[in-house]
């Protein structure tokens, strides 16, 4: 993973695969996968290709890889989207062919569980993107959010860089998918508080990184981790997913990562914006920014342990809370703190 190999854009009407490779939620909600999929049409003007196991609930491993293999081995099919993501990703990377894969590169998109299927790209050199599933950026109700339409259109048909400050409002407050109704609302949206930056130095590097509760099965597999040396000049990102998780379980990844020795390597650290609301934990706008809060203590106090300098941004919009920003895994990003800037490159 020093170095990506560079993917070929798409054109309008290309033929994108449509797997779940970690949950077959599109079975159990099936209206949302169909929003989703329209706005693939309508909105992208790419034929979406659903796989055996697309709307299937409880399918096999065996079942989920032969989908992703069919689909890598497939010359007509020029990208692949995960519908959504899920627990249990991790156990199928064992089944997959990666003679096949290196042999028909394309561009894959997803997050949350799907940092399994990046991080294991990324050891092949193929270069992926760290966002846009069917069911929540596809078929955000009412319509897409501009920017992740934006970063969609430039990880899919045209490159180039784009540059963020922070959007000035943000959601995590999520649809009961089981009220169709609900597709036609708007979800509130409340005061972001824009990119909160740790160090004064600049840095640009490789993306690479994922989502906090699967780097931590990742940690515990110890089979998939890049080493250190090879994490040499990347901009690491983080984000947590819906799980809420613990302060001490950021903390604890963080110390393992610095044992690692990944931050005497690392150009920068980048952190997504918590998710701090779920239907099982229905937090206030209080409570939620001291969750943020507390987590972005937690985060700089621990990295700050293994290293001084290094730039660090957080709540930045990607991951579980929208508006989303697709992330181009092995693309250039140039951190920028005296500008109050990210950049990341497409190309």
Same mark, same amino acid.
């Given at each position: 993973m020093n170095s990506y190999i560079t993917l070929p854009k798409l054109k309008k009407g290309d033929k994108v695969a449509i797997l779940s490779p970690s949950n077959g939620l599109p079975g159990l909600f099936p209206w949302v996968q169909d929003l989703g999929l329209d706005r693939i049409r309508t909105v992208f003007n790419l034929e979406p290709i659903e796989y055996p196991t697309t709307?299937?609930?409880?399918?096999?491993?065996?079942?989920?890889?032969?989908?992703?293999?069919?689909?890598?081995?497939? @010359?007509?099919?020029?990208?692949?989207?995960?519908?959504?993501?899920? $627990?249990?990703?991790?156990?199928?990377?064992?089944?997959?062919?990666?003679?096949?894969?290196?042999? %028909? @590169?394309?561009?894959?998109?997803?997050?949350?569980?799907?940092?399994?299927?990046?991080?294991?790209?990324?050891?092949?050199?193929?270069?992926? &993107?760290?966002?846009?599933?069917?069911? $929540?950026?596809?078929?955000?109700?009412?319509?897409?959010?501009?920017?992740?339409?934006?970063?969609? %259109?430039?990880?899919? +048909?045209?490159?180039? $860089?784009?540059?963020?400050?922070? =959007? @000035?409002? &943000?959601?995590?407050?999520?649809?009961?998918?089981?009220? #169709?109704? =609900?597709? !036609?609302?708007v979800r509130p949206l409340e005061k972001n508080d824009g990119l909160i930056w740790d160090g004064e130095h600049n840095a640009s590097g490789l993306l690479w990184g994922g989502c906090i509760e699967s780097m931590v099965a990742q940690c515990s597999a110890e089979k998939y981790l890049p080493k250190a040396k090879e994490l040499s000049g990347k901009i690491l990102f983080l984000e947590s997913a819906e799980n809420i998780p613990p302060h001490w379980v950021v903390k604890?990844?963080?110390?393992?990562?610095?044992?690692?020795?990944? +931050?005497?390597?690392? !150009?920068?650290?980048?952190?997504?914006?918590?998710?701090?609301?779920? +239907?099982?934990?229905?937090?206030?706008?209080?409570?939620?920014?001291?969750?943020?809060?507390?987590?972005?203590?937690?985060?700089?106090?621990?990295? #700050?342990?293994?290293?001084k300098t290094i730039p660090i941004v957080q709540n930045v919009d990607f991951g579980h809370t929208d508006p989303q920003i697709v992330l181009p895994i092995g693309g250039s990003t140039t951190l920028s703190p005296a500008?109050? $800037?990210?950049? +990341?490159? &497409? =190309?």
């Amino acid at each position: 993973m020093n170095s990506y190999i560079t993917l070929p854009k798409l054109k309008k009407g290309d033929k994108v695969a449509i797997l779940s490779p970690s949950n077959g939620l599109p079975g159990l909600f099936p209206w949302v996968q169909d929003l989703g999929l329209d706005r693939i049409r309508t909105v992208f003007n790419l034929e979406p290709i659903e796989y055996p196991t697309t709307r299937r609930m409880g399918s096999s491993l065996q079942d989920r890889a032969a989908d992703i293999m069919a689909a890598f081995g497939d @010359p007509s099919i020029k990208a692949i989207i995960a519908s959504i993501g899920g $627990t249990d990703q991790i156990k199928l990377l064992k089944l997959l062919k990666a003679d096949v894969i290196k042999a %028909n @590169p394309k561009p894959f998109f997803g997050f949350s569980d799907n940092t399994h299927l990046h991080i294991y790209l990324s050891n092949l050199g193929i270069p992926s &993107y760290y966002g846009g599933c069917v069911m $929540t950026q596809f078929a955000m109700q009412k319509e897409m959010m501009d920017i992740t339409v934006e970063s969609l %259109n430039k990880a899919l +048909f045209d490159g180039g $860089t784009l540059k963020t400050s922070g =959007s @000035p409002v &943000y959601n995590d407050i999520g649809l009961d998918w089981a009220d #169709r109704e =609900s597709l !036609n609302g708007v979800r509130p949206l409340e005061k972001n508080d824009g990119l909160i930056w740790d160090g004064e130095h600049n840095a640009s590097g490789l993306l690479w990184g994922g989502c906090i509760e699967s780097m931590v099965a990742q940690c515990s597999a110890e089979k998939y981790l890049p080493k250190a040396k090879e994490l040499s000049g990347k901009i690491l990102f983080l984000e947590s997913a819906e799980n809420i998780p613990p302060h001490w379980v950021v903390k604890y990844l963080l110390v393992g990562f610095g044992e690692r020795g990944w +931050f005497d390597h690392l !150009n920068g650290v980048m952190v997504g914006r918590p998710k701090a609301w779920d +239907f099982g934990q229905q937090n206030t706008t209080d409570q939620k920014a001291k969750y943020r809060a507390d987590q972005r203590e937690v985060v700089v106090a621990t990295i #700050r342990e293994y290293n001084k300098t290094i730039p660090i941004v957080q709540n930045v919009d990607f991951g579980h809370t929208d508006p989303q920003i697709v992330l181009p895994i092995g693309g250039s990003t140039t951190l920028s703190p005296a500008d109050d $800037t990210i950049a +990341f490159n &497409y =190309s």
